[in-house]
């Protein structure tokens, strides 16, 4: 991407994000908590002094139920580009994301990298910092996500983001429920079922454990 | 597909392993589903609570077994026929007995299936019966065992001890 274009697609980015904080009716300083992002950050990043990282940008959306990668795609109509990669990106850093938070392992990255570094040497691959980064902004190397990936017991085609469509939206329901079973405490859940569960009756198990969990020990804040 | 699969070893007799599991279970000799929970309550060392999922969206699903921080979870949908909701709740409480019987309650030569490391991404495990999407072996071997076990606890228990499957499934 040339320097214009990178900088005609912050420009729209700080834009569209301005607009879904509008749309959201949420002031810099809920999104800051809610994201845990800086509010200074978000006010620079709002008003285009500094660029967006991709990290931020998937934070941002989630914080205020907006999809980032239609936030890009709005974006980049705005500033007139077709973006191939950088949507790519998006894909991949929301999916590293998912498959970290899905192993308890957001909430610490430092202490994730210690983790996976340690877990990679065991195959002869020396994770370095930068590469960690990289994985999670979604720019990893293929032989670095494949790594990674068996690291975390997820399909590297989704990491990756060559898994078909229904493959990617089953994942990312199974990583949403163990992520929404870790924030609940749960330590362990086993579904027996007749087929794989679907995306909605993978909703509707969280939603009934969930309501147990709440009568039994209380509602968590 | 209960046909055996990959990494099941060929000796390996899942009937003799859930029998052995089933009558070393302590039940009194009249027993119904109650002393079947308190049993395995016991074995477990945890609360077991149990409750239904009226969801009418629930197609795949006959029963999700959870531990929660202080208790463990059983839930089965509640559109299910009785004996199927019994035989339902059964087979998660014979994956506590697997995975909490003493060693010698396995028949020699063979072993309890590999539960996953507490800290293992797998805590999720998601077991359809029909497909061959569980690719974990020690799964399927542990769901093949608490599957026949099922099946031998409405022999020892009375409420549906003088009955046939095919009473029930037709």
């Known amino acids: 991407m040339s320097e214009f274009s990178a900088q005609a697609l912050h420009g729209a980015l700080a834009a569209e994000l301005r607009a879904a904080q509008g749309v959201a009716h949420v002031n810099v300083r809920a999104w800051a908590e809610r994201s845990e992002i800086t509010h ?16 931020e940008l998937v934070n941002l959306c989630r914080a205020i139920g ?24 998006i894909v991949r850093s929301d999916r590293a994301r ?16 210690t983790k996976a570094r340690s877990a990679l040497s065991k195959t002869g691959h020396l994770l370095s910092l930068r590469e960690w980064r990289a994985f999670v902004d979604g720019a990893g190397s293929h032989s670095l996500v494949i790594a990674l990936a068996d690291f975390l017991e997820v399909p590297a085609d989704y990491l990756l983001g060559k898994a078909p469509e ?25 579904a027996r079922s007749l087929d794989e569960l679907e995306p909605e009756e993978m909703a509707t198990v969280e939603s009934a454990i969930r309501a147990l969990i709440d009568k039994e020990e209380g509602p968590r804040s | 597909m209960r046909g055996r699969r990959q990494g099941q070893a060929a000796h390996e007799p899942i009937a ?26 016991a074995l477990y060392g ?31 949908p509640a559109d299910d026929s009785n004996y199927y909701s019994f035989l339902s709740r059964t087979h998660e409480l014979c994956h506590l007995i697997v995975r909490s019987a003493p060693e010698d309650w396995f028949p020699p030569g063979t072993a309890r299936p590999h539960q996953p490391a507490p800290d293992s991404r797998l805590f999720l495990r998601l077991c359809p019966r029909n497909s061959s999407e569980s690719n974990d072996a020690e799964s399927v071997r542990e769901e093949l065992i608490v599957e026949e076990m099922a099946r031998m606890f409405t022999r020892r228990l009375s409420a549906y001890a003088d009955t046939t499957e095919e009473e029930h499934f037709g």
């Open chain 1, 40 to 55: 200074d950050t978000i006010y620079r990043v709002l008003n285009g002094k500094r660029p967006v990282t991709v990290v």
């Open chain 1, 98 to 113: 998912l498959a970290l938070e899905a192993s308890g392992l957001w909430d610490n990255l430092d202490a994730a990298y």
């Open chain 1, 166 to 190: 229904d493959e990617a939206q089953r994942i990312d329901a199974q990583l949403g429920l163990a992520r929404s079973m870790r924030s609940l405490g749960v330590t362990k859940i086993a």
């Open chain 2, 16 to 41: 003799a392993i859930a029998a052995a599991l089933v009558w070393r279970t302590p039940l009194p000799d009249v027993a119904e589903f109650e002393d079947l929970c308190n049993a395995v309550s």
């Open chain 1, 66 to 89: 907006d999809d980032p990668l239609e936030l890009v795609a709005r974006a980049a109509k705005r500033a007139g580009l077709d973006l191939g990669d950088g949507v790519d990106e």
């Open chain 2, 46 to 76: 945890r609360r077991l609570v149990f409750d239904e999922i009226k969801d009418a969206s629930l197609r795949a699903t006959t029963g999700i077994l959870f531990e929660a921080e202080t208790f463990t979870g059983i839930l089965v």
